[in-house]
């Protein structure tokens, strides 16, 4: 009892003493606001990129790779095979009864970005019937879909913002023919990157491939992905496995986001080292120039755990307003902002995750910058400090 | 000279807070130099990239390789001067981790000063390579990590298989090779005609080409001539120039340079606002002092510069302190980002920068100390 009394009342005179001395008091806060909201910046962008990246995924879609493929690019999915997979239980039909499994054959080739005329290279993805019945966040912003058979592509909106000639009635020279564009579309939250979708046989013929990638199927219930597996299992003429749609995003978005957390991480935690320090210094000066309290304190009955305890509440009661200036200042700038890395665009995002995450980094900042000028606090040689200034 | 040992006394008159601020100073300008390290790092990699050198692949990720037969073709193709090829087979040694890139290359001096920012060689080295057909030249890297030396044999495991369906390699070690990326550590040079020979697949055809343009200016022209030329043939090819795809690279990186540069900009505004709150303080703390050496004759500007001088070599060592500190991360941080460097410009501006930042704190408890007054100076004691 007599600790928190002595701890309370010690708190209050610190805080009241800190208006004289608010230079000091400023230091840890703009130190943790600036490691804070640069932490939090720079994680908004893979929050921003994840979202992106993850947005659409749903768990009753799944991907049906080859057994032994790496990634979906090194996937090999004959077309007796493919035929094989649409008719497995466990896969939801469309209104027509037809079972909603497309399969998909993936070419990267180049186009040329408007703003430099350099080359960059995009995803052209063939894809079989049923593609508006797996993916019904795509939609058709211009022009029309693509017909089976015919060298039509659709692009997506980013390429015909960014890239040239990807609008409505243009013409792309693919793989040694023209290919006419029909179509733009959007496509549920990946609107920051380009890629066009044409019919599965074109791509096919014009690249003379004989084999899918992949087949992607929509499933009756995210439950009955165990239910394809196990008729998977038991068909020997398949060699293939299938994959959570997330868990295919996932490996995707880890490209992007490995080096932006990475470099996020790093220089935050330069920046708190940094804050840390300047925030030891004040409290040091701080509690120095209190030396002649703490030692009267001491003197009448005060002893040294509530003093460390007032020190160490005060280095955390300033970072906690800088977390929260920094987090604040990093949603006011930066929330919903769009960057773009590895030609991939995004918009960036604050959550509340993040504004926590900075919290937790400015205790972390305030209890250690704390220990330290706390301990040195305490242990006040009485008579010394009361006999000099 | 005769304040040297006053100068020595200030500093270290607290020697806890001396040690914080050169602590934080030289945290926040280590950050500086890795940061702006990575900057110069991939601006000159883009400046040294030559312009005439092409790049010529299938025109599609994934595609069968080029017939070695095109060559002659692509050297008639107005505007390239020469051309050259490699063969890449992916091999490891002793265990899959443990990789191994073997290019395939004609071991002329026209590749050997192909790309002479990235590969480093000897021509004593590329005459071994042309005498010994089983012939590689290693990195010092990969020697170091593997305990390989020249006149070793290596055996290599790849899934490029040889005509007798061996999938051991084995190569006799000729001499060595500098790549200034240290993400090509794992690569070798072999002799291509070795390659070809000795493999069971896609015998005659290479992974891609090297066109040199005559004029780099027309290099873009050359690009699309080379690509045109084969757009109808049996392999389409994709030609850019490497100075374009390095700025590409460099382009997807986007936003990363706007963030660096908003990062640096808050580093400073803190440690300014830092450094010049902890002046401030050892002033307040001092001006008994202080008054004493005005009593003592001391002038206004002589207590200014004492005190600006202090502030500025307590900066000027914890910046140098950092910067050193930052060159030392490079060797770690090229895992990721590769080519940093630290050129005298970058140290010449972090100190400058240490000078300023001294500068800035030192201004307004500068004047403080300067404008003391005697009287009020030495009656606050009481």
């Known amino acids: 009892m007599d600790f928190l009394k002595q701890l309370g009342m010690l708190l209050r005179m610190n805080l009241l003493g800190l208006l004289q001395r608010l230079g000091l008091a400023c230091t840890t806060v703009i130190g943790v606001t600036c490691a804070v909201g640069v932490l939090v910046s720079m994680l908004a962008m893979s929050v921003g990129a994840r979202r992106a990246a993850m947005g659409n995924v749903r768990p009753d879609r799944a991907s049906v790779l080859n057994v032994d493929a790496v990634e979906p690019g090194r996937s090999n999915m004959p077309k007796d095979q493919a035929e094989l997979i649409a008719n497995l239980p466990g896969i939801r039909r469309n209104s027509r009864g037809q079972p909603i499994a497309v399969p998909e054959v993936a070419v990267y080739v ?40 015919l060298p039509e592509i659709i692009a997506s909106n980013y390429c015909a913002h960014r890239y040239q000639n990807f609008s409505v009635g243009n013409e792309q020279l693919i793989g040694g023919g023209e290919w006419l564009v029909v179509g733009n579309f959007d496509l549920g939250h990946t609107t920051g990157s380009c890629f066009v979708y044409a019919d599965a046989n074109s791509v096919l013929s014009a690249f003379r491939r004989s084999s899918y990638n992949e087949v992607n199927v929509m499933l009756q219930s995210p439950a009955a992905f165990d239910e394809l597996v196990n008729a998977i299992k038991s068909n020997p003429q398949l060699p293939v496995r299938v994959e959570h749609e997330a868990e295919l995003a996932e490996a995707t978005e880890q490209q992007v986001n490995g080096l932006l957390n990475f470099v996020s991480y790093f220089v935050a935690a330069v920046l708190a080292v940094a804050a840390t320090i300047g925030a030891a210094n004040s409290l040091y000066a701080l509690v120095d120039s209190r030396r002649r309290q703490h030692a009267t304190l001491l003197a009448i009955g005060f002893t040294g755990a509530p003093i460390i305890a007032s020190t160490l509440s005060e280095a955390i009661l300033l970072a906690i307003p800088g977390a929260l200036i920094g987090a604040g200042l990093a949603w006011l700038f930066f929330n919903g902002l769009s960057s773009s890395l590895l030609e991939f665009s995004f918009h960036l995002a604050v959550t509340p995750y993040l504004a926590a995450l900075g919290i937790g980094w400015a205790l972390g900042m305030g209890v250690i910058s704390g220990l330290l000028p706390a301990v040195r606090a305490a242990r006040v040689p009485v008579t010394v400090a009361l006999r000099t200034k | 000279m005769k304040f040297l040992p006053l100068l020595w006394y200030g500093i270290w008159r607290k020697p806890i807070r001396t040690t914080l601020i050169f602590l934080q100073v030289c945290v926040a300008f280590a950050l500086f130099g890795v940061l702006q390290g990575m900057k110069t790092g991939m601006d000159r990699a883009i400046a040294n990239t030559p312009a005439d050198v092409l790049y010529v692949g299938p025109a599609v990720y994934g595609e069968p390789p080029l017939p070695m037969a095109d060559l002659s073709r692509l050297q008639s193709v107005p505007g390239v001067k020469a051309v050259s090829f490699n063969q890449g087979i992916l091999a490891f040694y002793q265990k899959p981790t443990q990789v191994v890139y073997v290019l395939g290359i004609e071991p002329t001096d026209l590749m050997r000063t192909l790309l002479p920012e990235e590969l480093i060689a000897q021509p004593e080295a590329f005459a071994a390579l042309r005498k010994t057909r089983t012939g590689i030249l290693i990195t010092a890297d990969i020697g170091r990590k593997y305990g390989w030396h020249v006149g070793d044999k290596v055996p290599l495991t790849s899934s490029t298989l040889q005509t007798n369906g061996s999938a051991t390699w084995t190569f006799d070690i000729v001499g060595m090779v500098t790549f200034n990326n240290r993400d090509h550590g794992v690569y070798v040079f072999a002799n291509y005609s070795y390659i ?18 005559s004029d780099p200016k027309q290099a873009a022209a050359v690009s699309d001539a080379i690509d045109h030329a084969f757009a109808n043939s049996a392999s389409p090819t994709h030609t850019e120039s490497f100075r374009e795809s390095a700025q590409e690279d460099l382009r997807s990186l986007g936003d990363l340079n706007f963030a660096i540069r908003s990062i640096l900009s808050a580093v400073l505004v803190a440690l300014v606002f830092s450094t010049a709150t902890m002046m401030m303080q050892a002033v307040r703390e001092r001006t008994p002092e202080l008054a004493v050496l005005k009593t003592l004759g001391f002038d206004s500007r002589t207590v200014f510069l004492l005190i600006a001088t202090e502030s500025i070599l307590i900066c000027i060592a914890a910046s140098l302190a950092g910067l050193a500190l930052a060159w030392i991360t490079f060797p770690f941080a090229a895992k990721y980002i590769a080519g940093l460097s630290m050129p005298m410009v970058i140290m010449v501006f972090g100190i400058l920068g240490a000078v300023l930042v001294a500068l800035i704190s030192v201004s307004l408890p500068g004047l403080r100390a300067a404008r003391l007054n005697i009287v009020d100076a030495l009656a606050e004691e009481q």
């Open chain 1, 110 to 149: 180049q186009a040329r970005r408007k703003d430099s005329g350099n080359a960059v290279g995009f995803p052209m993805i063939g894809a079989g019937a049923g593609l508006t019945d797996y993916a019904p966040e795509l939609h058709l912003t211009a022009g029309r879909m693509f017909r089976p058979g």
């Open chain 2, 196 to 213: 070809d020979e000795a493999r069971a697949l896609n015998k005659g055809t290479v992974g891609h080409f090297f066109a040199v343009a």
